[in-house]
């Protein structure tokens, strides 16, 4: 039967989203290997190196087998980039180690903590990103996104230490910048105000260095700057700046009665 939908096949011209994915988990397991004898562990870990070489060699060839651009460009720059991108996380991690009194070692953060797992993630494919690979540095963002809970598009900058605490539901567009240890906590959005195709410049909002912004806070447009050292408390909607040192808070009002005095109808639908 003739195909009834051309417009809806992808092209050949792009790398298998399994292998992308692959890859990823390969290169975190390789930034943080479990050693038991060290060793053994030093010559697997060459081979190691050369096998995840020769995979991203094969995601690249995906878009054109002949090009040696990748190899050079690409591929050459991002292994080299490997222990830099291995320090920040060390940082990263030690940080949520030191904030989180849940967290009782930096192995249970890099092995268990979903925020770690998506700043991970984000981080290798920000680096990719920024050597202009095309589709690759998504699949990986929108692997940990499935994984997590957690959004980061990998054009976004984020600096050094960054924690994300419990995570679920945390977006973090493009265009958005992040100072030195900024944390988050979940359903922290930082969005654009509108969605529009032809917006150019930055969408998203800055945030400076040593803010922390709790759960469920929405901070939206380019132009909003949450100054440095500032705090905004959990339920903002925030759509301008924030100068440094200051405390954004949404106020609720809260009423508790007995119930046994109480006469009107609940008519609550859960």
Known sequence: MANQYPGYIL?????????????????????FPIV?????????????????KNGLLDILYSFDEKSKYYEANICDPFFSSLNEIKE??????????????????????????????????????????????PIVPRIITEWAHSVTGIDIHPGATIGVPFIIDHGTGVVIGETTVIGKNVKLYQGVTLGALAVKKETTGQRHPTIEDG???????????????????????GNCFVTYSIPAHSIAYHQPVVTVKDKR??????????
């Open 211 to 233: 803010v922390i912004i709790y759960a469920n806070s929405t901070i939206l447009g380019g132009e909003t700057v949450i100054g440095r050292d500032s705090i905004v408390g």
């Open 11 to 31: 092209s050949k011209n792009i790398p298998q989203k399994e292998a992308v994915i692959k890859f990823a988990q390969d290169v975190i397991n390789y930034l």
């Open 36 to 52: 038991e004898n060290e060793q053994a562990f030093l010559n697997k870990h060459q081979r190691k190196a050369e096998a995840l």
């Open 88 to 133: 920040e996380l060390v940082i990263d991690a030690n940080a949520l180690l030191e904030f989180d009194p849940a967290a009782k070692s930096i192995d249970e953060v890099i092995i268990t903590y979903p925020g770690f797992l998506a700043v991970a993630a984000y981080r290798i494919a920000n680096k990719l990103c920024s050597l202009k690979l």
């Open 261 to 270: 005095d109480y006469n009107e109808p609940l008519n609550w639908v859960i």
